[in-house]
């Protein structure tokens, strides 16, 4: 670097800027290839994990029919929300969709089932940046406190209840990281209510999805 | 040029670790030095930048001026922690899935842009490559020491979740040392980061110290004995 004799033409300021120019633009023929070559295999490794997540909140005995590909979508606030329809026997057994909390660290992406009457038959977390060893115990892996909402419903469960403990509900909060359990609950609690909120419209089977063929076309 | 790989090997691991010694790196390691298996993932991913880095400084160290080192360098060390965090998403996503939240975070490590600057640019890439290995082992072994130590004042447990990242194999590293243990919360929080490395680092002068005294009454002893 600091060789005493450099070459006339590196003082120059258009070889520095062409060696600046010519490594962003390495840089960037080389991410723009791993992107080309990754995009595949992370959308299916994406939809693999989807696919595990809505096997954890919708049991694989309630239906018989793709949930990737029996999608309905809705707008909500603004934005489209995808809702996974599990259907068995010609009747919708279970609805998943995801829902977003604010966590302590960004936005946290939380999958929910819910049976027809309303109850949770299952939360997942998709994705978040909390904490590791504080706000991870989300993760099922790390704690069993996602568990928690299972059966739950909001006629099982009053308003007030959809809280963590310090705040006077029933949830407990971690030590150490309050706001993302804080942030789950009031997601969890959003997502019913928007079930409640639509329950005519989701349950409605007469949309045109991949089981309505089945059984009426040879 | 010849090289001496054991005085780089002593250098990376001990004398010249980047945490015990330098300082550097702190970011990341009070971020993710909660656990011990935390400590090992970060380490293991920050070596590989390491060496992937070392190398590719070395081999343009001929063409890249004083003046846009710095720029160049940044660029490199982005460029190939941006490619390993898709390829491993794409490829080892299981070990993805844990260590995720840290692969981004290796582009704050200052110990990465400090051996590309003071070792790589002028070294050859054998020992860039050499180099990087050594002090990306020495900044592992500093993740585990205080992650164990943290882990183990801060949860009562050592290596927990450790089947995650090395596989079911591993297992039986994850130990509950402590039963019925509430936590030490303190600890686990990142004051409590700050708090553990220094009673590390006081230990480490410690220990130096007694080396150093030991090796000067040794070779008093010696020059005695000749008199």
Redesign the interface.
């Known amino acids: 670097?600091?060789t005493p004799l450099?070459p006339s033409y590196?003082q120059r300021a258009g070889?520095?800027a062409g060696?600046?120019g010519g490594?962003?633009t390495m840089?960037a023929v080389?991410?723009v290839m791993?992107?080309l070559?990754?995009r595949e295999?992370?959308e299916a490794?994406r939809r693999?994990?989807l696919m595990a997540s809505l096997v954890q909140v919708i049991p694989p005995a309630l239906h018989d029919n793709d949930l990737l590909a029996d999608t309905l979508t809705v707008p909500v606030d603004g934005s489209q929300r995808v809702i996974y329809r599990a259907v068995r026997d010609h009747a919708i057994t279970a609805l998943a969709y995801q829902v977003t909390a604010n966590g302590y660290a960004g936005d946290i992406d939380v999958l929910m089932g819910v049976d027809p009457q309303g109850e949770i038959l299952g939360v997942r977390v998709l994705s978040h940046?909390e904490?590791?060893?504080?706000g991870d115990k989300i993760e099922t892996?790390?704690g069993d406190w996602i568990r928690g909402f299972e059966k739950l419903s909001l006629d099982n469960t009053p308003d007030a209840a959809w809280a963590v403990k310090k705040d006077g509900g029933r949830f407990d909060q971690f030590?150490?990281a309050t706001i993302t359990p804080r942030g789950v609950v009031a997601a969890v609690h959003l997502g019913l209510e928007f079930f409640q909120a639509n329950r005519a419209r989701l349950l409605a089977l007469e949309v045109p999805i991949a089981i309505s063929t089945k059984g009426t076309t040879p | 040029m010849s090289t001496d790989y054991r005085r780089l090997t002593r250098d990376g691991l001990w004398d010249n670790n980047v945490v015990f010694s330098q300082l550097l790196a702190l970011c990341p390691l009070l971020a993710v030095t909660a656990s011990a298996t935390n400590g090992l993932g970060m380490g293991l991913a920050t070596t590989a930048v390491l060496m992937a880095s070392g190398a590719t400084v070395a081999v343009f160290r001929h063409f890249i001026t004083p003046a846009v080192r710095i720029p160049v360098f940044v660029l490199i060390i982005a460029t190939i922690v941006t490619a390993v965090d898709m390829a491993m998403n794409a490829w080892v996503h299981d070990l993805h899935k844990v260590l995720g939240l840290f692969i981004p975070l290796i582009v704050t490590n200052c110990a990465i842009l400090g051996r590309a600057e003071s070792f790589a640019s002028k070294q050859a890439l054998g020992p860039a490559l050499y180099d990087g290995l050594m002090m990306g082992l020495g900044f592992t072994l500093a993740l585990v020491v205080l992650g164990a130590t943290r882990e183990i004042i801060g949860s009562g447990t050592l290596f927990a979740n450790a089947s995650l990242l090395l596989g079911q194999a591993f297992s039986f590293l994850e130990l509950r040392l402590i039963p019925d243990y509430h936590g030490f919360l303190l600890v686990t929080l990142p004051p409590g980061g700050f708090l553990a490395l220094g009673f590390l680092l006081a230990a480490k002068r410690r220990l130096d110290a007694r080396l150093a005294r030991r090796a000067e009454a040794r070779a008093l002893a010696v020059a005695a004995a000749e008199s």
């Open positions: 670097m600091t450099e590196r070889y520095q060696l600046l490594f962003a840089a080389l991410l791993s992107n070559i990754t295999p992370i490794r693999e994990d940046a904490t590791p060893g504080l892996a790390k030590s150490g």
